[in-house]
DNA sequence: TGTAAAAATTGATTTAAATCAAGGATATTA
DNA sequence: TAATATCCTTGATTTAAATCAATTTTTACA
């Protein structure tokens, strides 16, 4: 472990750069961004400027995290714009992807509520603005308004079932079927069409999957070889045979 | 998938008996119940009153299920007595064991908070009592005493962070890792004594950690040949060496 | 736009763990 | 307490997927 141990620090330190943040003032893009949410875009107009009010928006830089591991971050961070993506370092330093956040999204439950450490990082994987609300102001609100609470342990619900979900996934289904799973509810999104767009690089299905690179690659070709499915580019994949591909 | 699904189906019957359910008048094992859960037992003894006036206590005969995938089922339950395995079926129809419930604990909450249909199976796995509250009632406590909803995201948020750390283990963690890593939190439970009382069978065990009872053996065994751990008796292992436990 | 870096593919090989099979140990309950 | 069923262990074999290595393709950016 020892060996591991000084892996991960050194990870830790390769995964953490918190360089760089550039603060605004309030009510710059954190207007849209308190009434896009799910969590708060129900409320009435005073009570939407009254949550502005203890609100700051931040931006990031492509390739600058959010918060690191072990970090003792005490807020929740809403995407108004751009993308982060939520991944994890196992005891053996190897990355995890866990999901990845479009505008509406938050993240940054687990320090609110829960005390342990954990071993999440949230990166900025392009230009990014959140909304970024502390602690203690939130906890405040969700007394204030408990219909805040409602919608947030319906997110949090909903997070659960996925992730339980995956862990299943990795725990009884062969690659194969993971890829093939992966592939139909890239579809479900973008209804009627049956061409997917595979929503990141073959390096972070890899690591969302929990293989490998080289795995995904030769597991598309049977895919192909098969005739389930057809690739059109590097990012964009045509479904030939829905009922095959959930029979893998 | 035409094969699979007629095995999931069979699959469900064979999991799924909702016979002999004992329901109970108000007020008989359920005061213990509320003012037992973390949930509830903050509150004042006239609001613990009120939650209990819409509470209803329901037990259990081994191996009866309290709720199986795709149910309907609109009600939280809190265990007050017994224990309550909680577990999914694969797309492929194999077992996952999820957690087990032990008095205090709660489940069903999937359905109360999120409207898709999930493969999540609850059954009692040895005499067990609940008490139920109705997805309406527990909504409008939710909105009455917002301190509950508090506690209601802790308990997620915490589910949440152990629920990812299981999927991160699954895609990144060799079998014996991931064995050894379960010793070790079976032991921290019981602090201070080096012996670890397994609080499931091999054949759990191994749904749980994604693998199967063989391995389980073999791997086991491996670790007592290197010293890192003594197999005392069947539910029985002492740690001779924690940090090399960890090292694996 | 050209060049360097990163990502993706393909092949050969190794490795971890599942499966299949059979005997032995534990539990359950009649 | 005997009898049956379930669980656990150990061995032999197969299989899926990781790893290692070498190109090729794509992307980033100077």
């Known amino acids: ?97 866990l999901r990845i956040l479009h505008p509406g999204d938050f993240t940054g439950e687990l320090a609110l509520f829960s005390e342990t450490v954990h071993e999440e990082y ?49 725990a009884t289904e062969k690659v194969e079927t993971r890829i093939a799973l992966f592939l139909v509810e890239c579809m479900d999104n973008e209804k009627q069409s049956t061409e997917v767009v595979l929503p990141m690089n073959k390096k972070d299905m890899a690591s969302y999957l929990g293989t490998t690179p080289e795995t995904i690659s030769r597991k598309l070709a049977e895919l192909e070889e098969t005739e389930y499915i057809k690739l059109i580019s590097n990012k964009k994949i045509k479904i030939l045979d829905l009922d095959g591909l959930l029979s893998v």
Chains 1, 2 share one sequence.
């Open 122 to 170: 949230a990166k900025a994987i392009e230009e990014t603005s959140v909304c970024t609300i502390k602690r203690s102001e939130l906890r405040k609100l969700l007394l204030k308004y408990p219909s805040i609470s409602l919608k947030v342990l319906t997110e949090f619900s909903s997070r659960l079932e996925q992730s339980e979900k995956q862990a299943t996934r990795f």
């Open 1 to 97: 472990m020892n060996k591991n141990k000084v892996e991960i620090q050194k990870q830790d330190y390769k995964h953490c750069s918190h360089d760089h943040i550039h603060y605004h003032a309030h009510g710059e893009t954190h207007e849209t961004c308190i009434s896009l949410v799910p969590i708060f875009n129900h409320l009435e107009k005073e009570q939407m400027d009254e949550i502005m009010a203890v609100t700051y928006s931040v931006s990031f830089k492509k390739g600058e995290n959010i918060y690191c591991a072990k970090d003792k971050s005490d807020s929740l961070y809403i995407v108004s714009k751009g993308k982060i993506k939520i991944y994890r370092l196992s005891e053996s330093g190897k990355e995890q992807l």
